[in-house]
């Protein structure tokens, strides 16, 4: 094993992810701290033995004998934490996050930060529709992907240990894409589906459609139901490759509506053929 | 009960829908004929007791017994069939269809037809994954909408036996909208959807994109598996109302594409706030 289970851990934002992070990494008795914002966060980890200690403050002793610390923070509050806090970190430390973007998070981060500190992104794709380190759990990653998004200031062992603490944390599937093609990726199956969702549901508020309501409309909207906080920063976060993805749906769409006009039966057929084919690829195997 | 189960029904086009209006009668005693283009599906249904007669020709003695004929066909072939035969029905007979869409069906059906017959229309909205008469089940309509369309050219007594057809056949809710009001209700639930489903699934042909999807992108591309034949035709038959509901969700994506390039973090909010108490409405009740 390249992660030597003798290194203190440290987890900075101790909630869904955070917490199941902890977890994971107690079985293999890693030592695990915390600095989150709430302290029942911390009685409650500590009591049920998720971590060995922590604090809601910037405890000096905790971060500086972290060897590697975990980033499970919004966006915007990671890269303002590095900026101010960033000077009581071990030298020698490896830190990695769990943030949803990528491009326009990891250049800055890595920027900023001490040259003898090293910052290796990593998304892992998993989530429930409930938060709090309450409610985390070590086997949310099992089923689930990893993905790791080093860039050229990343040194080879820190992509292998970072590849490692996937695979331990027991994600199915750890792989390795750079930054942009991670962004372009989560652009089209995570946030343009967000966006054609929240659309969809508030494009037409006519009264007691919810009486007709079939499976069909309540497939397409299920994630319509979403947290506006998190993703309205996400989406400005992945901006360009965001916007790139919808104009590529807009202009299928406008395709689509054309042909609707024309009443371009074949055109339409073989749309239609083309998405059924498709969409077979996309069946859980 | 307003429907007098001495009256004989004939049923043409003896597939999923067809059958399943067959066995759900047949429970109450009525008559059962059929009219459709495989024998086997004659054969199959006489064997199972699902009908009593039938026949793949325009049996005169057949269509002219019947007092209550269901057209379970396509829409341009249902308007093709009444063009064509509708000479062979009995005078007094009452005729009702299961077509998806309505305007475009209904004043062209009633302007067309005998004046000693009258067309009541009506839309199950119901179905299965799998079609033919071998996969109808009398218990499909339960949960189920059934929307009966009538217009100024349609007795209270017809609006009265076809809503209590919809209620013998065992449907959960039945409506009566006009054919404007149910192809508005379908435009937005069930044909734009499919257009979003078919569009996103095609946008974009990237390779190794399905290696990280997760459960939002399946679920709003699970019906862009689509039969295309018959869904480019619905599409056009109901062209205007479709259209209409297809700008309404263009304005509303292309507002949110404009707020995400204006960075404009409140207005996003609003917008997902608005998504998320929309949506409470449709959870399954």
Redesign the interface.
């Known amino acids: 094993m390249i992660v030597d289970i003798s290194k203190k851990v440290l987890i900075v934002g101790l909630g869904l992810l955070g917490g199941s992070y902890a977890k994971g990494l107690k079985r293999f008795g890693f030592h695990i701290s915390a600095i989150t914002k709430d302290q029942s966060s911390i009685d409650y980890a500590i009591k049920e033995n998720i971590i060995d200690e922590g604090s809601v403050e910037l405890d000096k002793r905790i971060i500086g004998d972290a060897d590697i610390v975990i980033f499970a923070l919004y966006p915007h509050t990671f890269v303002e934490w590095i900026e101010q806090n960033q000077g009581l970190l071990k030298s020698g430390a490896l830190i990695t996050d769990v943030t949803g973007v990528k491009g326009s998070i990891v250049y800055k981060i890595q920027e900023i930060l001490r040259s003898d500190v090293e910052f290796i992104p990593a998304h892992p ?1 998993a989530g429930r529709e409930v938060s709090g380190v309450e409610n985390s759990t070590d086997n949310m990653f099992f089923g689930a ?1 990893y ?1 790791v998004t080093p860039t050229e200031k990343n040194t080879p062992d820190a992509i292998k240990n970072c590849v490692e603490l996937g695979r331990l944390l027991g994600f199915s ?1 750890v ?1 390795v894409l750079s930054p942009e093609e991670h962004d ?2 989560i652009g ?3 946030q ?15 009264e007691n ?6 499976d ?11 947290n ?2 998190m ?3 996400l ?2 976060a992945n ?1 360009s490759a ?2 790139e ?2 104009d ?10 054309g042909m ?2 024309a ?1 371009d ?1 074949d055109g ?2 073989a ?6 084919r ?5 069946d ?1 195997k």
Chains 1, 2 share one sequence.
């Open positions: 794709m992907n993905i599937n792989e372009e990726m089209f199956l995570s343009l589906t967000h966006c054609i969702a929240v659309s969809l549901m508030t494009c037409n508020d006519k459609m919810e009486k007709f309501t079939g069909s409309f309540r497939d397409l909207t299920r994630i319509a139901r979403i506006d906080l993703w309205s920063e989406f400005v901006k965001l916007l993805q919808m590529l749906f807009l202009n299928k769409f406008n395709e689509l509506k609707i006009e009443e039966i339409m057929r749309m239609m053929r083309h998405s059924t498709r969409r077979a690829l996309f859980k």
